[in-house]
Structures are given as structure tokens and as C-alpha cells.
């Protein structure tokens, strides 16, 4: 691969504007080995000059890097300006905007130039006082009234990555056509050099009280009162550790244990492949540590602390939950809170989660929503505002236990809501895993399962989702599937069946379903599997096993 004269002339325009030494000799030294007949440095420039960056599912995310298609300084400073003028024509000059960090390569200067660029177009800033959890700047974000909150995280994204989350008004992350809005007034602007930036004077660095709201906000969440749990929790080496031992303490759990070698944050991630608590491996610290200390429940966050996943003792061993069993127990939690003082309450979660929930809402009367993947969709259930939500959740961890003041994902309220309910189940001499067997006699065995693909090659996963539109399956481990295309909404492909009485010998109702999307937020295609076997079934559990089995062989070999 030679290098283009487009491409080099596009590289020197950048190189011309940038405003960071270090990334302007990292790009110069890429751009010297091209010109010198590297195939691979001409690639690797070809890439980075792909951009922009553009807003997934969860806000901009990409590799530290120099470049249009990366996560650096210049690239955050135009993308603010473009933000602080997507604002100002909303009518939305000079109000409030917190802006937030996680502790990974980048996040402090990207943090700064975000604030500077804001305080320069005349807003109020305030930066939230280090590198805190997500949740505590989507939850400053309702507090201070402010017109839009911006967190510096690439969440549980590879240690090479960093990305830009953006919170509107509402204190949710934005939804179409925001982002496109947002898009064309980034292209809009100048240089990144040209672009007017503020020196730090000119913003608030807040102190630690708006962190006590938030602290005095989850310990008042509780409904019960026994306190007796020993917790194992790591933060993988995010910045969730102190937050949520800190958030515990004050709901009353003080026999918490952390991982000590994923204690304290560190942006390298040394002790795990990917920061992120659905990996095979990740938890593998966590759960040695909860055997260690005969724990009563394992909490693993996310590295910014907006996913929670739980672990319990099942039978003689250790494991992770599902999300879509964490799901469903805080979701029985939350329902079990519900009174009058809510009119009309609405749960939700995504259309790649199970569907245990909805049989959930249904037997105790209340509204039920499915949404598109991300958060930002499910606290605008129902209406588009989420008028009447008091609990939601996504299959990947995501938990949100109070709506009311943080508009998103949040784990560290999730832990806390979850020491509460496997405290009292403790106490009642039951454990989590009781729990879950009686929801499934009661609506039906609910097994859920994901395969997710890694790629290097991107134009890989539309080929696969263009294949199996031009030839979808007609059956799936036995079972007649129709198959949904949710395009042009969303890039989903929907497949579901439900067993006649014949074919599988499952009996009448035996169900499945399968979602296939691209990921939002990584190089990944995933399908989600759910299988339903309805209550009474003798063998629920053998016979969902099985089918699971088969249903995985034939989506694996879909997807191939």
C-alpha cells in the first residue's frame, strides 16, 4: 500500500492545526515511516485520518491517539465547540455544564480543554472535584440543573481507549438527532487551534458536596434494615472502589473487601485482557476473594462504575450472574417498593434482554417497556421522557434502581440496592439463587445466553448481518423461526419461534428468540439467545439446557 498524495496533504493539514506537541510528533513520526514506503505505517495513517469519530451508542469512543480518528486533544476540543453551539442555538447560552473524568490515559488534559473550550463559550462550568464514576456526573447533572454534563471514559473499553460521554438537560445521554445535530456543528468548526479556550480561573472546580448528595441519595435508597453481609468488590482498576466502599458504608455495610491488586486505579488494566466484567476472566480475582473470606455476596464494577455485575455462591462454587438475572432480582427488588406514591409505574429494559421481566410486570400490574440497546433509550421509556420509571436495565450489566436522580446506568446505586436485597434474603435463610428458581416456577424458566464475535476487519460485520438478511433461517435448534428486520431503526435482526408440541418434545409453549446487531460501543457482533421453558414443565431445567445447546450450535454456525 503506497502512499496516496490526498492522504499525505491530509495529514500535513492536520499536523498544520494541531495543538499538542506530543501528538504532533506521534502523527509526524507515523507520517515519516509512510512516506519512506511503510505499508503498514500507511495503513495505520490511513486510519487514523478515517474520522471523524462519531456518536455510538454511548457517546464518542476510540484509541488515545493523533488524528481525526482517535481520542486526543484536538479532537475533544472541536468536538466541544461543536456541543457548545449545538447549545447555544437550543437557547441554552451560558447555563450550567459539569464535566467529569474517569482516571485512563488522557482523561485529565481531555477534562481541562473540555472545560476551557465551555468557560469560553460563556458557560457555567463546573468540574467535578477528580477522576469520579459516570454516575456521579449524570447524577450532578439533575442536581445542578444544569443544560448538558460531559464524562471523560471509554467505560470498559480495551486501556488503549478513551471517549467522550454527553448528557443533555434531561440528564440523559443524547438520542437522534441530537448526535447528527451535534455532527454537522462539529464540521463547522475551525482548527482546533482557532478555537477559543478559557484559562482554568474561569471555571468551578466543585468541592466534595455535590459527591455527598450522592452518597446521602444511595444509603436513603435501602428498605430494609438488616446489615449483616460480607461483600468481596473489585473496581477492576477503575475509579468505582472508594465510591462504592464509601456508598456501602453509609447504607450500613461495612464488612466490604476489595480486590487489593484492583484497588486503586490504574489505566493499564494489568491483571485483566479487557476491563470488563462480562469477559471470560475478569472476575476470576473477584471470585477467589469471595471464597477466601466465605462472602455472602461479589460485586465487580465496571472501570467508571456505571455497570454493576454480582456474584454468588451456587451450590459449593462461585459465579457471576447474568445480567439478565441481576436483572431480574433488583427488578423484583424495586417492584416490591413500589407503592401509591408512585402513580403508574413503568418498568423497562432492551428488546436483547430477556423477557422474564415483562412476565414480572405483568403479574403485578404494572407497565412494562422494551426499548432499543443503550441507556440513553431506556430512560426515555414509554412516552420519550420515561414519565413513571422506577426501574430499568439492560442485559450488559446495566442496572438503574433509581431513576429519579440519575438518568442512567448506575452501579454503584445497583451494589447498594443489592447488599439490601441479599441481606434480607440472608437473613430469611434463603440465598439470590432461591430467589431466581422461584421466578421461574412462577413465570417460566428463563435461560439467556450471548455470543459475541471480535473483529479486526469492521466491513466483516456488515457482510455477516447483509448475509443472513439475504438468506434467514427458517429454523433454529428444531424450532419454525420468523425473523424481524428492525432496519432502518436500528441495525437488529430479530428471530423468534415457539415450540408446537412437536419437533423439540418440549410441549406446547416452549419458546426461542435470538437478536443479532452490531455493537455500539467495540469492534463486535453479538446475538443474544433466550430460551423459555414454561412453568410446570417437568425437566425445565434439563430441557432448557438442551435447547440452549442446539439453539448456540445454530446460531454459531449462522454467524460463520
Not at 101 to 106: T, V
Not at 117 to 129: K, N, S, W
Not at 151 to 173: E, V, W
Not at 537 to 548: K, P, R, V
Amino acid at each position: 500500500m503506497s502512499l496516496a498524495p490526498a492522504l499525505r496533504d491530509a495529514t500535513f493539514a492536520w499536523l498544520a492545526d494541531e495543538v499538542d506537541d506530543t501528538d504532533r510528533a506521534e502523527l509526524q513520526a507515523v507520517l515519516a515511516r509512510a512516506m519512506a514506503g511503510d505499508a503498514a505505517a500507511t495503513e495505520e495513517l490511513a486510519d487514523r485520518l478515517a474520522g471523524p469519530l462519531t456518536f455510538g451508542t454511548a457517546g464518542l469512543r476510540g484509541p488515545v491517539r493523533a488524528g481525526p480518528n482517535g481520542m486526543n486533544r484536538a479532537v475533544v476540543i472541536r468536538t466541544t465547540a461543536g456541543v457548545a453551539a449545538w447549545l447555544a442555538a437550543q437557547g441554552h447560552s451560558g447555563g450550567v455544564v459539569v464535566v467529569g473524568r474517569d482516571a485512563r490515559h488522557g482523561s485529565e488534559a481531555f477534562c481541562a480543554d473540555t472545560a476551557a473550550v465551555f468557560a469560553a463559550a460563556g458557560f457555567d462550568v463546573r468540574v467535578l472535584p477528580g477522576p469520579l464514576p459516570t454516575p456521579v456526573l449524570a447524577f450532578a447533572v439533575r442536581r445542578l440543573g444544569a443544560v448538558a454534563g460531559v464524562q471523560i471514559t471509554a467505560s470498559h473499553n480495551p486501556p488503549a481507549d478513551n471517549g467522550y460521554k454527553l448528557y443533555d438537560n434531561t440528564g440523559g445521554q443524547i438520542v437522534p438527532p441530537t448526535d447528527q445535530l451535534i455532527e454537522a456543528a462539529i464540521e463547522g468548526v475551525p482548527a482546533a487551534r482557532s478555537v477559543l479556550r478559557a484559562p482554568e480561573s474561569a471555571w468551578t472546580v466543585l468541592d466534595d458536596q455535590i459527591v455527598d448528595d450522592y452518597f446521602d441519595r444511595v444509603a436513603a435508597l435501602p428498605c430494609g434494615t438488616v446489615r449483616q453481609l460480607r461483600i468481596a468488590l473489585t473496581p477492576m482498576h477503575g475509579v468505582g472502589g472508594a465510591t462504592a466502599v464509601e456508598a456501602l458504608r453509609r447504607a450500613g455495610f461495612t464488612d466490604v473487601r476489595v480486590v487489593r491488586v484492583q484497588a486503586a486505579p490504574d489505566p493499564d488494566f494489568p491483571t485483566v485482557s479487557f476491563p470488563n466484567p462480562e469477559e471470560p476472566g475478569a472476575t476470576d480475582e473477584l471470585l477467589a476473594l469471595a471464597r477466601e473470606i466465605d462472602a455472602d455476596l461479589a460485586i465487580a464494577l465496571d472501570p467508571d462504575a456505571d455497570r454493576c455485575a454480582l456474584g454468588v455462591r451456587d451450590g459449593e462454587n462461585w459465579r457471576m450472574l447474568r445480567g439478565d438475572e441481576s436483572g431480574a432480582l433488583l427488578g423484583g427488588y424495586v417492584l416490591s417498593t413500589v407503592d401509591d406514591s408512585t402513580p403508574d409505574p413503568l418498568v423497562a429494559t432492551t428488546i436483547v434482554s430477556s423477557s422474564l421481566l415483562a412476565a414480572m410486570a405483568a403479574a403485578r400490574g404494572v407497565r412494562y417497556a422494551e426499548t432499543l440497546t443503550g441507556f440513553k433509550w431506556l430512560v426515555r421509556a414509554g412516552d420519550g421522557h420515561g414519565t413513571g420509571l422506577v426501574f430499568a436495565y439492560e442485559e450488559a450489566l446495566g442496572l438503574c434502581v433509581d431513576p429519579e436522580s440519575v438518568r442512567d446506568k448506575d452501579g454503584i446505586s445497583a451494589a447498594v440496592a443489592a447488599a439490601d436485597l441479599a441481606a434480607a434474603t440472608r437473613a430469611a435463610g434463603r440465598s439470590l439463587i432461591d430467589i431466581l428458581d422461584e421466578l421461574a416456577a412462577e413465570h417460566g424458566l428463563h435461560r439467556t445466553e450471548q455470543i459475541s464475535l471480535r473483529f479486526t476487519e469492521l466491513s466483516r460485520i456488515g457482510a455477516l448481518m447483509a448475509k443472513i438478511r439475504a438468506n434467514p433461517p427458517v429454523e433454529l435448534a428444531g424450532i419454525a423461526v420468523t425473523t424481524e428486520d428492525l432496519l432502518p431503526e436500528a441495525d437488529v435482526l430479530r428471530l423468534r419461534g415457539k415450540e408446537s408440541g412437536t419437533g423439540t418434545d418440549l410441549g406446547n409453549g416452549a419458546g426461542i428468540r435470538v437478536v443479532v446487531r452490531p455493537s455500539g460501543t467495540e469492534p463486535k457482533l453479538k446475538a443474544y439467545l433466550e430460551v423459555v421453558i414454561p412453568a410446570g414443565t417437568q425437566g425445565a431445567g434439563a430441557a432448557a439446557t438442551d435447547l440452549t445447546d442446539r439453539l448456540r450450535d445454530d446460531v454459531n454456525a449462522l454467524l460463520s
